[in-house]
């Protein structure tokens, strides 16, 4: 009887296989549209509750036909890891094969879920935006904030001017200095974001939970693009409801987190505009005038069309550690 082993991948075997910001923006994109014509199971991911306050793991399971990516990411969310020299969150992606169900690959997630992440962001707002944007405003510059920078900069090679607000200002001046050869843009470390924001194409935002919430809806110029990565931290009561356009990869999971962790902002969950059928080109452009807010709200087909492709590339190069099971 065989017994297929299994590839265990880290992240610096991930990095070294060379997949570019490119690839994961057109895998992403993949994703968005064979869900829209209805060749993927992506269930809302389910979760547990540990006793530290806010903390969670959740299983996200997804079967991407087409691509015939099957898997899921087991991803957990330790607030306060940080200040006990850990990271707050830990992820992994596990593969099976379609054919036989078996596991195939265990990899190191939480670099996939920064990259796909952003790209889900990138690929939503390049459905909808009508022009090249120039003017990037970056509201948190964690790890998503890194990522965020540079999976925009790859879908708009316009962007020129990058602005970046954080809770201090070593961490904002140590991102400026990090990144600023990365791309052609010039990055601004602000205090604040609330005028860098008027004068923004995309508004980007990162945040943990708990501290203040610098977005207001007078801050979203005309035309811009609103995309709480945080979904729920950066942004004041009346922002949903301010914004001419309200769209999302899981419409239900969004409407059902804003109800629970925001009550007060008051959305209607019938104005949720799906991103899947907007990247599949089944809805209109956004007015230039219209203020869009965009929901990446974690849903796993991205992450196994991006890993089974991580995997392909890993098989063919021999690259990682392979595990006998039994």
């Known amino acids: ?24 923006l057109d895998l992403t994109e993949l994703s968005y549209r064979l869900d829209a014509e209805g ?3 992506v269930p809302t991911k389910i ?18 036909d087409g691509s015939r990516a099957l898997g899921m990411k087991w991803v957990s969310y330790f607030p306060g890891n940080f200040d006990r020299g850990m990271t707050d969150s830990t992820g992994l992606i596990v593969l099976n094969d379609p054919d036989h169900g078996h596991p195939v690959c265990i990899m190191e997630g939480m670099h996939v879920t920064f990259l796909r992440t952003a790209a889900c962001a990138a690929v939503a707002v390049r459905a909808l935006i009508d022009r090249a944007p120039e003017t990037l405003t970056l509201v948190g510059c964690g790890g998503l904030g890194r990522w965020s920078l540079r999976v925009m900069g790859a879908a708009f090679p316009s962007l020129r001017t990058v602005y970046v607000s954080s809770k201090t200002a070593a961490s904002r001046s140590r991102f400026a200095e990090e990144l600023a050869g990365e ?17 923004s194409d995309i508004v980007v935002s990162s945040v943990p939970p708990g501290g203040d919430r610098p977005v207001t809806a007078d801050c979203l110029a005309p ?11 950066a942004w004041h009561d009346e922002v949903p409801a301010a914004m001419d356009r309200v769209v999302a990869d899981n419409p239900d999971s969004l409407a059902a987190l804003l109800s629970r962790a925001r009550p007060a902002a008051g959305l209607d969950a019938g104005r949720i505009e799906r991103t899947q059928d907007l990247v599949a080109g089944t809805a209109r452009k956004a007015a230039p005038d219209a203020r869009t807010f965009v929901g990446v709200c974690g849903i796993a087909s991205s992450d196994v069309v991006i890993g089974w492709e991580i995997y392909r590339r890993a098989v063919e190069a021999g690259t990682g550690t392979l595990f006998q099971m039994t």
């Open 183 to 199: 791309g052609p843009w010039r990055i601004v470390p602000v205090d604040t974001p609330a005028e860098a924001a008027r004068a």
């Open 1 to 24: 009887m065989t017994k297929q082993p299994l590839r265990l991948l880290s992240e610096q075997d991930i990095r070294l296989l060379g997949l570019s910001l490119a690839d994961v």
């Open 223 to 233: 035309g811009s693009f609103f995309v709480p990565l945080d979904l729920t931290n």
């Open 39 to 41: 060749k993927a199971e």
């Open 47 to 64: 979760g547990v509750h540990p006793e530290r306050p806010g903390s969670f793991l959740h299983a996200m399971p997804a079967w991407v």
